[in-house]
């Protein structure tokens, strides 16, 4: 049996799947986090999505490397649309632009709502996806970050449960409060990077006039200013 070597951002992802249950992996590329999991017997099925037929080539070769095919079922098709209610007890969706998770979670509500858990890694625009949770009936239930090479990456788990729309200062969206309760131990230097890329997109404002760039220059400001308030807390 071939044992997959999870990245620390996969690895991470897999540790926050509860024991026992069945998952989908959606956009599961090679299937590593399944077949990790299957191998380690944490759970006893699993359901790999892939909207593209390589992706889902590579998931295939790995679960026939590893003798999982009967534990596994792969799906061709987009999101969780490939997914009936009740198939799964928690999603993984990770890897993809927080916008188009939204859109994922959008286009099959029925299974969404019914999953008992989802943990989402988004790789761009995650504070579109918190805002998205929060207007949508979700309850954020934990966050986490996690340092890969030169990044530092954002979990989420979540589940919904039909919560009224709630809106929130807009820098919660930036810094999802999970990670600020629980005082995770890469919080400041997240939130210092933040800071970092606020300040050159302001420096690249500089010497540019007009009240598009004065609107633009204002937001920036009271954004890093409410970034180094969380820092100082």
Known sequence: MKYVKLTD????????VDNGKRI???GTDHGYIPVY???????QYAILGDVNKGPLEN??????????????????????????????DEIIIAGMGGMLI??????????????????????QAPEELR???????????????????????????????GLEPQEIDPIYYEIGLKLIQNNDPLLNDFI??????NQNVLKKLEGKEGQGIEDKRAA????????????NK
């Open 220 to 231: 920036l400001n009271k954004k890093i200013d409410a970034l180094n308030d969380l820092l």
């Open 192 to 197: 210092e990077n933040k800071i970092r890329i």
């Open 37 to 43: 999991l299957l191998n380690q017997n944490k759970i």
């Open 9 to 16: 951002r996969l690895l991470k992802i897999a540790s926050l």
């Open 102 to 123: 939204n859109n994922l979670l959008k286009a099959n509500e029925k299974v969404a709502h019914t999953t008992e858990k989802l943990i989402l890694q988004p790789m």
């Open 59 to 88: 998931a295939r070769k790995e679960v026939t490397r590893n003798k999982l095919q009967d534990k596994v079922d792969l799906r061709l098709g987009s999101g969780i649309e490939v997914l009936k209610e009740n198939e799964v």
């Open 131 to 161: 805002m998205f949770l929060y207007q949508n009936g979700y309850k954020i239930l934990d966050e986490h970050l996690v340092r890969e090479e030169h990044r530092l990456y954002e979990i989420i788990v979540c589940k919904y449960e």
């Open 24 to 26: 989908a992996d959606i």
